[in-house]
């Protein structure tokens, strides 16, 4: 496949005894989100973790840009939110995207027009020069997020990114996913939130250490004669 | 450029910490002004010199001295019991003309007030024999003076009768008064070069606590506080997922280390320039070397601080279990950092020190401040501290492989 951004083919992870990922098969095509869900523990940060190179996969292979994982220069065209928001409370919110920036390689002469272009999307131009310990958690979630999106990384990769941020701007957020998708970008996101699920393009349900399923949010409600991704979930789980 | 960039921020997040900048620039200074103060007050406290056959003029003249107590003694060996009793803390005896000093030297402020004590008082009892000689020369010269007169008063009397056997009488009187003057002259110039030899029951005479403690204790200083702050540093980026998120981007390991290295060495050079000169101005220490060097060697032990404390804060899960290596790294470096005579110790104990870089640092600090070594003969000490900060900064990069792969 010469579009797929994402392509892990039998991916398997060991942490000494303790198998995480037993076979994980799939491929991010460009200019999609794919969402993955999956109940905590079912190895959707593991997946991550493989894909950035951040661990080294024990079995199969994890590509990225057609290229074998891990692979240093590659990180900066990938723009990767963790869970915890990791940022430097003593900074304010513009230093720590422009240290952010710099880390990923940005040009200095256009460090002031993508942070401010990040900063907007979020919504914090008017908070940026104030210090992150004096931020709410919802809006240090929103710099993390801004971290990410710097300098308009083919793909992105999004540890549950919407946790703690209010469901007016939780809109506005996936309208930036939307467009930044439409733009030919890709989006890998992992989620708890069930009507986010929704709005992926695909869903892969992890579980075990594998995917359970992984196709159109429509199809996958097809699939499994329910009505909404939360219920595919359900009873993918065995709870009912 | 990325470890520039690293750089700044650690350097912008120090700043803005202002309490642990603070700790870093004034806790030394505290530490140092409390132990000078605690060290050097014993000047006034009282010292008790044990003399055994020493004229009663000299005793009189120590024991006028403020702040010394003089004992005299019959035998030595009563000397030496009180002097072990702690009853005393120094024995002076006489061997003839000479002078044997024995100090309990425990403390070395009491040794110098005995010595001080021992100095002017065989200068005021020399001087005052000098005095009474010189009064005798004189009143010789007095007596010689007027003897001559008479002698000439008398020749001039018995002019014609020439009374020479009166004559020869007055010349053999003179003689003799002025023999016994030169003799009495010889006699006190001789006593006023006596020699003297000094004992030490602990220590030698280069025993001066604060002093011998000082350029051991500027490093452990800078070793110390950049060992916590950074390792805390490198921890609180671990646990609060910063460094995860460094290492999402293209930089490289060693920039990381590098930048933390940058940002923690000017910090180091700072800090030491303040505590050299707090020394240096304020607790009135000589510095016979070249402070310069006294800089370089401490930023060098500051980024051996560094590299060791990045490398245990990957050990540790929590800012408490950082606490932890405190007895366990830094506590016994000053065992074995040379503070205590390293020459007393058992072999293997001795053997320990060398893996010590507080030991390196202190040596070559020591040699600097205390002899005026040139830091070019230092080349040993640089080089095992460079070895050090090699091998630990090796040790760093290949480490943060834990985090991520490449």
């Known amino acids: ?240 | 450029m990325r470890t520039i960039a690293i750089m700044n921020r650690v350097l912008k997040e120090l700043f803005r910490d202002k309490r642990t900048l603070a700790l870093m620039f004034l806790a030394p200074i505290l530490v140092m002004l409390l132990m000078s103060v605690i060290f050097n007050t014993n000047s006034t406290t009282d010292v008790n010199v044990g003399t055994v056959a020493v004229t009663q003029k000299l005793n009189k003249e120590m024991g006028s001295i403020k702040h010394v107590n003089v004992k005299t003694y019959d035998t030595k060996s009563a000397a030496k019991k009180a002097l072990s009793d702690e009853k005393i803390d120094a024995i002076i005896k006489k061997n003839g003309n000479n002078y044997s000093l024995t100090y309990a030297n425990t403390d070395s402020t009491k040794t110098a007030a005995v010595k001080l004590a021992f100095k002017s008082g065989l200068t005021a009892t020399s001087i005052s024999q000098l005095k009474a000689a010189l009064k005798k020369s004189t009143t010789g010269m007095v007596k010689l003076q007027a003897q001559l007169q008479a002698m000439q008063k008398q020749q001039a009397a018995a002019n014609a009768t020439t009374n020479s056997s009166a004559a020869a009488v007055a010349a053999k009187q003179a003689a003799a008064t002025k023999s016994t003057s030169t003799n009495n002259s010889t006699k006190s110039t001789s006593q006023t070069t006596p020699k003297i030899t000094n004992h030490y029951v602990y220590g030698d005479k280069d025993t001066g606590y604060f002093a011998k403690m000082l350029p051991i204790l500027m490093g452990f200083f800078v070793f110390f506080f950049v060992f916590l702050i950074s390792g805390m540093a490198l921890l609180k980026e671990r646990t609060t997922g910063t460094l995860d998120r460094l290492l999402a981007t293209p930089v490289k390991r060693s920039s990381i280390v590098f930048g933390y290295m940058l940002s923690y060495g000017i910090l180091a050079v700072i800090q030491t320039i303040v505590i050299v000169l707090v020394t240096v101005w304020l607790l009135g220490i000589e510095v016979v070397g070249n402070m310069a060097s006294v800089v370089v060697i401490n930023l060098l032990l500051a980024l051996v601080a560094l590299a060791f404390g990045i490398l245990l804060s990957t050990f540790a899960n929590s800012e408490f279990q950082m606490m932890q290596f405190i007895p366990l790294v830094v506590i016994p470096q000053i065992f074995f950092s040379g503070i205590i005579p390293l020459d007393s110790m058992a072999d293997w104990v001795k053997d320990i020190s060398y893996i010590i870089p507080l030991k390196y640092s202190g040596d070559a600090v020591s040699d600097i401040i205390m002899r005026g070594t040139s830091i070019f003969n230092e080349g040993g000490n640089i080089l095992v501290l460079l070895t050090f900060l090699i091998v630990l900064t090796f040790l760093n990069v290949v480490g943060l492989k834990r985090y991520r792969k490449v």
Request: hydrophobic residues 40%.
């Open chain 1, 1 to 240: 496949m010469t579009n797929a951004i994402i392509e892990l083919n039998h991916l398997a992870k060991k942490f000494g005894d303790e198998t995480v990922l037993k076979d994980i098969n799939m491929t991010l095509k460009k200019g999609e989100i794919i969402g993955l869900i999956g109940p905590s523990g079912a190895g959707k940060s593991t997946v991550i973790k493989v894909t950035l190179g951040m661990e080294v996969a024990s079995g199969g292979s994890a590509k990225v840009f057609d290229t074998v994982m891990p692979n240093r220069q590659l990180l900066g065209r990938i723009g990767y939110m963790a869970q915890t928001d990791a940022l430097y409370d003593s900074l304010s919110g513009r230093e720590n995207l422009k240290f952010y920036g710099l880390m990923k390689g940005i040009a200095k002469q256009d460090m002031a027009k993508e942070v401010d272009h990040a900063a907007k999307v979020v919504d914090l131009t008017d908070d940026l020069d104030k210090r992150v310990s004096g931020y709410s958690g919802g809006m240090m979630r929103r710099l993390s997020l801004a971290i990410a999106l710097l300098g308009n990384p083919e793909l992105l990769i999004l540890d549950e990114p919407t946790v703690g941020i209010d469901p007016a701007l939780r809109r506005q957020i996936w309208k930036e996913l939307g467009s930044i998708r439409d733009e030919g970008r890709s989006i890998l996101i992992t989620t708890h939130v069930m009507d986010e699920a929704e709005l992926c393009d695909r869903v892969a349900l992890l579980l075990g250490g594998k995917v359970m399923a992984f196709d159109k949010p429509a199809s996958l409600e097809a699939q499994y004669q329910v009505d909404t991704v939360e219920d595919v979930f359900l009873k993918a789980e065995g709870v009912e």
